[in-house]
């Protein structure tokens, strides 16, 4: 069983920059794919990023390419979402996930961290 914890959430100024991190804990095996969603009220979740393990082949979505960098600290298993020139639009609770070979649905990510809330204010 795998779990995910997330950390770093907190409320910023539009232009500034906020790094989460994710702690995976459990074993992971075969082609993991580790990446971030995100949520606000009455929406359904959006893809933000994604990173394979096996060869790091990374996704962004293009409402954050070129402002949010994923990355990932092999020393201590976890995962980092480096965001950047943050807007008012970027503004959600931001979940770390975790699935088998999954591409950028929601459904395709078996495990979901409990999320972590980014408010940026203008």
């Known amino acids: 069983q795998v779990q995910l914890v997330e950390s770093g959430g907190k409320l910023v100024q539009a232009g500034e920059s906020l790094r989460l991190s994710c702690e995976c804990r459990g074993r992971t095996h075969g082609d993991v794919t580790m990446g971030w969603f995100r949520q606000t009220p009455g929406l359904e979740r959006e893809f933000v990023a994604s990173?394979?393990?096996?060869?790091?082949?990374?996704v962004y979505a293009d409402s954050v390419k070129g402002r949010f960098t994923i990355s990932r600290d092999y020393t201590y298993n976890t995962m980092s979402l480096q965001m950047d020139s943050l807007k008012s639009e970027d503004t959600a609770v931001y979940y770390c996930v975790g699935g088998f070979r999954a591409g950028v649905m929601a459904s395709e990510y078996d495990f979901w961290g409990q999320g972590t809330q980014v408010t940026v204010s203008s």
């Open positions: 990173m394979d393990w096996s060869d790091e082949q990374i």
